[in-house]
DNA sequence: CTTGGAATGTCAACAAGGCTGACTTAAACT
DNA sequence: AGTTTAAGTCAGCCTTGTTGACATTCCAAG
């Protein structure tokens, strides 16, 4: 199926870096990236009663305030009972904020509680920290090659709603 | 603790891809990449009784034939409790065989079999085509930045972890 | 106005895969 | 001989994912 072999090929062009060896070393570097990422935040939420599914509920509400149920279900990618089960923890700790549609009054609008915002920032301020080292030891053109292939890696999926968060932010 | 505004700087150096909206983009982008990242895997996996962990555990063998179970838990960064579930599950059913060390008997040094080495094979392949596809779309520029940006998020140790498989390598 | 379907929530049961703690066995080191 | 180390095992717990069934609420189309 594959040789593992790639050196240069038409138009003198290098694909040196398709080498299974180069690709290789790309899952493994993803794996341990992946690690050093959620590794700031998960040390804090050990403390407490929550995980990485609350802090990924937590980014986004964040991210979109008075966004639907619905809509974290899509971002998230899991089913509604598992959202719901950390949905449920966070609105009664007081960290989040439901309130019932006003056009639609079937839709719930989620918030974040001033306790909300203040976890929120805990977290991302712990993770952020991480990736602008990461960023400016690695320098502005690393950086853009880092997101290109990030981008290049997801689902078509994915990537529309990775577009659409981003063209929303600030 | 941050102003979130970073434009340019000492030296006319570009600092734009420091701010917290840059900062943000990437760190969504890691969380939706490595969906991807793991997507092709998990659907193979789904069908049988294995998970991720079995695919960690199959891929790092594979990678160095022979290692320790120490050795892998030190890489995985899990419980020998954790790992020696999914290790006993792999050896019965056949993917794995377990050698009693040389040297040193009280260690077992962990081979594929040759139906491990076939569902290597199969992970392997369908997660190397993602990312074969990415780093073709993404070019040669963007994958040194990538690995760049991907290093340098890592824990010092497990960077050192990482540096040894890449120079063990082919 | 009624009914079908959509959005949401909830209950129950289950599985994967993390974790801690306690304990055994065998081998190696001192 | 006694201690440490590598590995394995048992029991129990947690988070976070899953499926399936079902209730409620409400919009919208017939």
Redesign the pocket.
Known sequence: MDDGRATTTRGGENLLFLTDEQLRQGIEAMFFAYRGFTADPDRI?SD?????????AIHFINRAPGT????L?NI??????????????L?EDGLVE?R??T???????LFLTEDGHALESRLSDAQRARMRTAFRDAGPEAVAGFRTVLEAMMDTEMHRTYQRLKESGA
């Not at 998230?76 to 923890?89: A, E, F, I, P, W």
């Open positions: 939420l407490m009663a929550y995980g990485r599914a609350h802090h990924r639907t149920v619905n809509n279900l998230l990618g899991v089913t509604k009972q598992s959202l719901n089960r950390v949905l449920r923890t609105i439901s019932v549609g056009s639609d009054k079937r839709e719930r609008h």
